[in-house]
């Protein structure tokens, strides 16, 4: 009997730990919000400055256009 209820709680168990949903769903939160953190770090730092602006708008300008083969 003892036996039966080991193996019954031990699969319960088993599926518990296994499911990992939501801990990948936090994943994706934390990295989301670690962008929008660098976003706004950036955002504030280029504040009234529009030459670091400039920069960084070239150079992605400059990377999409080398993605697409221009």
């Known amino acids: 009997m003892?036996?039966?209820?080991?193996?019954?709680i031990k699969c319960?168990?088993?599926q518990y730990v296994k499911n990992e949903k939501g801990a990948?769903?936090?994943?994706w939160i934390?990295?989301?919000m670690l962008?929008?953190?660098i976003m706004g770090a950036i955002a504030a730092t280029m504040k009234g400055d529009?030459?670091?602006g400039t920069?960084?708008?070239?150079?992605?300008?400059?990377m999409i256009n080398?993605?697409?083969g221009d």
């Open 2 to 8: 003892l036996t039966k209820f080991y193996v019954s």
């Open 12 to 14: 319960k168990w088993d």
């Open 24 to 27: 990948q769903a936090l994943e």
């Open 30 to 32: 934390a990295l989301g």
């Open 35 to 37: 962008v929008l953190a």
């Open 50 to 52: 529009s030459t670091m």
């Open 55 to 62: 920069a960084v708008k070239n150079q992605l300008v400059k």
């Open 66 to 68: 080398s993605l697409s």
